[in-house]
């Protein structure tokens, strides 16, 4: 099956810094979401990304599909984006399921 | 903004025992599936439903699970015989997959401790 893999696996910023967030997988996909994990477990969808540039405030997002790559950027971080965030894709072959990377967490001190 | 549903959000149990987990995807979603996350590990594929049948499963969905959609709203994950190793979060995700929608809504999980 398709492979995610994430990096770094751990990331620890003062508040107020940027952070740039790497996901590769190692096939062609028609679907790539990017989630954080709040600290009470819940998955929240940041994006629904499987090419091109999306920006919601603080985040944006870039997947390069040609090259099996995406990346998350949080600018200005603040204590509460604190968590594990995962990338997520869907293989164009078949499989019709997301398949999660290992996740990078990431604490942001005050 | 529609929801995923879960209940219960959590559920402790004697190993041994079975338990239903249920969840309500959103209303016009046609594809459900059940994930779930281990402590500290990565969320991992269980099962994916459609047209009321199994579209796919995954090595760790054996035996002692099994699906269903009892009626038009709830979609549940029974597990037969609960195992030590059954302890995690399950999260129940549904779609509607068509050109434009194609994401996939998670709900907020249900913690099981199986004791």
Known sequence: GIQVEQSPPDLILQE?????????????VN???WFHQNPWGQLINLFYIPSGTKQNGRLSATTV????????????SQTTDSGVYFCAVESNFGNEKLTFGTGTRLTIIP | EPEVTQTPS???TQMGQEVILRCVPISNHLYFYWYRQILGQKVEFLVSFYNNEISEKSEIFDDQFSVE???????TLKIRSTKLEDSAMYF????????????????????????
């Open chain 2, 10 to 12: 959590h559920q402790v």
């Open chain 1, 16 to 28: 107020g810094a940027n952070s740039t967030l790497r996901c590769n997988f190692s096939d062609s």
């Open chain 1, 31 to 33: 679907n790539l979401q």
């Open chain 2, 92 to 115: 129940c995700a549904s779609r509607a997959k068509r050109v434009g929608a194609n994401v996939l809504t998670f709900g907020a999980g249900s913690r099981l401790t199986v004791l």
């Open chain 2, 69 to 75: 959609r009892p009626d038009g709203s709830n979609f």
């Open chain 1, 65 to 76: 599909a040609t090259e099996r790559y995406s990346l998350l950027y949080i600018s200005s």
